[in-house]
Antibody
Framework: EVQLVESGGGLVKPGGSLRLSCAAS????????MNWVRQAPGKGLEWVSSISSSSSYIYYADSVKGRFTISRDNAKNSLYLQMNSLRAEDTAVYYC???????????????WGQGTLVTVSS | QSALTQPASVSGSPGQSITISCTGT?????????VSWYQQHPGKAPKLMIY???NRPSGVSNRFSGSKSGNTASLTISGLQAEDEADYYCSSYTSSSTQVFGGGTKLTVL
């Protein structure tokens, strides 16, 4: 069974940093592109970042470019999101999600974690 | 990258059919067949309902169908059931190799 479990969320002050993790199991992690998607309270989904299976291709939404860094460790079946210079508008539930493409990226997400809440407030 | 355009809300009675539209541009919806739809119940993670414009993942009811014409994709739910009440989001691959979601549509089953 495919499982994605996020962790690392919490309360952080504006300008602060936080590192999210996503532990994957139940599939060959190294064969799939992975994504972070966020959802602000009461709002819609916003794609944040993606990373290809071998980390060769990395993309970011304009809203987080230069502040967030996505990475992965295929040996540990883990995905990460380093978030720096956090702003109030970054407050959201952050989801880790798997791209359904095997060894290619389709930007279509077939498995999602339960999400971790990041709150940026003084 | 601007969000895809969806109606804020749609409604229908049990047994009826509804269609949710999703309008983008030639740089996303119109240019690629990587269009997907997600269902999200309150407090839950999104669930993939349609991928590659019109394909259903295993386990998704055949009451859900997808299509695309030009820059507009559509999700149709036939034989509406109470459990279909949820938020629905479309998404597309973009020419920048990124992904963009629609603003979401709240489906109410009357």
């Amino acid at each position: 069974e495919v499982q994605l479990v996020e962790s690392g969320g919490g309360l952080v002050k504006p300008g602060g940093s936080l590192r999210l993790s996503c532990a994957a199991s139940g599939f060959t992690f190294s064969s799939y592109s992975m994504n972070w998607v966020r959802q602000a309270p009461g709002k819609g989904l916003e794609w944040v970042s993606s990373i290809s299976s071998s980390s060769s291709y990395i993309y970011y939404a304009d809203s987080v470019k230069g502040r967030f860094t996505i990475s992965r460790d295929n040996a540990k079946n883990s995905l990460y999101l380093q978030m720096n210079s956090l702003r109030a508008e970054d407050t959201a539930v952050y989801y880790c999600a798997r791209d359904l493409g095997l060894l290619y990226s389709s930007s279509q997400l077939d498995y999602w974690g339960q999400g971790t809440l990041v709150t940026v407030s003084s | 990258q601007s969000a895809l355009t969806q109606p804020a809300s749609v409604s229908g009675s049990p047994g009826q059919s509804i269609t949710i539209s999703c309008t983008g541009t030639s740089s996303d919806v119109g240019g690629y067949n990587y269009v997907s739809w997600y269902q999200q119940h309150p407090g839950k993670a999104p669930k993939l309902m349609i991928y590659d414009v019109s394909n259903r993942p295993s386990g998704v009811s055949n009451r859900f169908s997808g299509s695309k014409s030009g820059n507009t994709a559509s999700l149709t739910i036939s034989g509406l059931q109470a459990e279909d009440e949820a938020d629905y989001y479309c998404s597309s691959y973009t020419s920048s190799s990124t992904q963009v979601f629609g603003g979401g549509t709240k489906l109410t089953v009357l």
